[in-house]
């Protein structure tokens, strides 16, 4: 029987994702063994403490086993974190000793949401891919550079290391892990017993743009206000980048180092927001809005909308306009 080893780290853990696949992989025993099957893996939740309090005390979790009892697992759940990061990781310099440990001796490591921020200073996804939650991807970039962070990705899947998007979406996660561990029939199982949408590898149309401005770079800042407050006009970034002491090529450098988009990306990205706003809160028409922030082009507005979403604009509408009105 396989081993596998749900963390409850020290401090600033999220209780959902750990109960969450604690629930799923015992569902998933369950199905493998009313069909005449073995049970596949020994669920354990592990740690270094004995207990460990969430919501000022309100809830507790108590791990099963302390990680110094564990020789070797097969499959290693880090759950997402609470905010404060850097708490996190230097209360856990044990367990992250731990992961690359079990790493090393052959066992797959999966991260949910901002879990990653763990792996990663376990030294696990340097010039590896991973996601996290697009809210602390600025974050992420800046403590750790080495990483090919994706945020647009939902699921990760590289070397035996997983990584997965925001929030609830590690629920995806478990399916995938499901599938690759048991078999397609009873990941269908699980996500009909708990009612999770099979198969979505994006997380692109749930991100809210506030603009990369974790930097230092005072000339790229004011090029990004420029660029936010043309938003309702057709922007020319030959324009915007004249107005600075550098040259156009300096120009586009800078911006792409300070914000990890060109500048005609990033007002792409603006726009969509503004757009997607609209879609969400009024009867406008697709075109209106389009007409609104400065598009023209008909064709190539849908292209940019769904670059940026992964979604056309008529299914954005109608998934997040209670009115549905195009």
């Not at 180092?257 to 500048?263: E, F, I």
């Not at 023209?296 to 009105?325: C, H, I, W």
């Amino acid at each position: 029987m396989k081993k596998l080893s749900i963390l409850v780290p020290e401090g600033q853990n999220n209780l959902s994702s750990i109960v969450g696949p604690y629930k799923i992989f015992n569902k998933a025993n369950s199905f493998w063994i009313e069909t005449g099957k073995k049970q596949v893996f020994d669920i354990n939740l592990v740690g270094t403490s004995r207990e460990i309090d969430f919501y000022g005390g309100l809830f507790c979790a108590r791990p099963q086993t302390d990680i110094s009892s564990i020789k070797k697992t097969d499959l290693v759940i880090i759950p997402s974190l609470n905010h404060n990061y850097e708490s996190a990781i230097c209360s856990n310099q044990v367990l992250l000793e731990w992961i690359k440990k079990q790493y090393k001796n052959g066992s797959e490591i999966a991260s949910i949401c901002t879990g990653a921020f763990l792996l990663a200073a376990a030294g696990l996804l340097d010039n590896r891919t991973c996601s996290t939650h697009w809210a602390a991807s600025e974050k992420f970039k800046k403590k750790f550079p080495k990483v090919n962070l994706q945020t647009d990705k939902l699921i990760t899947d590289e070397n035996g290391i997983y990584t997965n998007g925001g929030a609830y979406s590690f629920l995806n996660l478990m399916l995938y892990l499901v599938e690759k561990y048991y078999d397609r029939q009873t990941a269908v199982y699980c996500s009909k017993v708990f009612q999770i949408e099979m198969d979505r590898n994006r997380q692109s149309s749930f991100i809210i743009f506030k603009g990369q401005k974790m930097h230092s770079d005072e000339i790229v800042k004011e090029a990004q206000m420029l660029i936010e407050n043309e938003c309702y006009k057709k922007i020319s970034i030959a324009k915007i980048a004249s107005k600075f002491p550098v040259s156009r090529r300096q120009f586009d450098r800078r911006f792409i180092k300070a914000t990890g988009n060109t500048p005609l990306e990033y007002a792409q990205r603006v726009k969509t927001e503004v757009v997607k706003k609209a879609l969400e809160t009024t009867r406008k028409t697709i075109n209106e809005v389009m007409y609104e922030v400065g598009y023209s082009d008909e064709k190539a507005f849908r292209q940019v909308f769904r670059k940026v979403t992964g979604l056309s604009p008529m299914e954005y509408k109608e998934r997040y306009n209670k009115d549905k009105v195009i």
